[in-house]
């Protein structure tokens, strides 16, 4: 894989791959987003786990002036993934020929720069480059996140009831890349 990052007072946002290293800083952007945004919609008991999913494909920070402002996340399919079921029965492929773009997410004081496209580009290129094609689900209520991805060209498949726990149900955008 390519770095791509660039850093320095007023230099344009550089993606790089993630490496432990970067988990610390990641949390605490994560962090101001919650705050900020609510994502994650329930804050995770173990963000650097949550952040580092078991199907792992691979991950991508963005930097800003030498400092993480944002992440990205490309994993194999979960049971609790929506996309990739309707992908299948849409292409007529299997859910192992997918990936799922998920744990995105840019610090506020960060966004307007393109950092979410950059990260988002990066997140599907690294799929195609494995012949898998790029999925996601999205809470209907992240309206920023869905015109992202429709700005970039994704397909809305499908808005699903998903059930988190027995308390939660949560209504979930499924997405396709182009």
Request: with cysteine.
């Amino acid at each position: 894989m390519r770095s791509e990052s660039v850093s320095g007072p007023g230099t344009a946002p550089g993606v790089r791959c993630r490496d432990d290293r970067d988990l610390a800083a990641c949390v605490r952007v994560l962090a101001e987003v919650h705050a900020r945004d609510g994502y994650p919609v329930n804050w995770p008991e173990a963000p650097t786990s949550w952040l580092t999913p078991p199907a792992l494909i691979g991950s991508w920070v963005a930097e800003l002036d030498g400092r993480i402002a944002g992440h990205v996340v490309l994993s194999r399919s979960g049971a609790g993934d929506a996309a990739p079921g309707l992908w299948s029965a849409r292409a007529g492929v299997g859910v192992d020929g997918m990936a799922v773009v998920s744990r995105l997410f840019v610090a506020p004081s960060a966004r307007g720069r393109g950092i979410g496209a950059l990260l988002m580009a990066r997140a599907a290129e690294e799929a195609r480059a494995r012949a898998l094609h790029p999925v996601l689900d999205v809470v209907v209520s992240d309206t920023a996140a869905a015109a992202l991805y429709e700005r970039l060209g994704w397909r809305l498949l499908a808005t699903v009831e998903q059930r988190w726990s027995p308390e939660q149900l949560v209504a979930v955008h499924c997405y396709a890349a182009p």
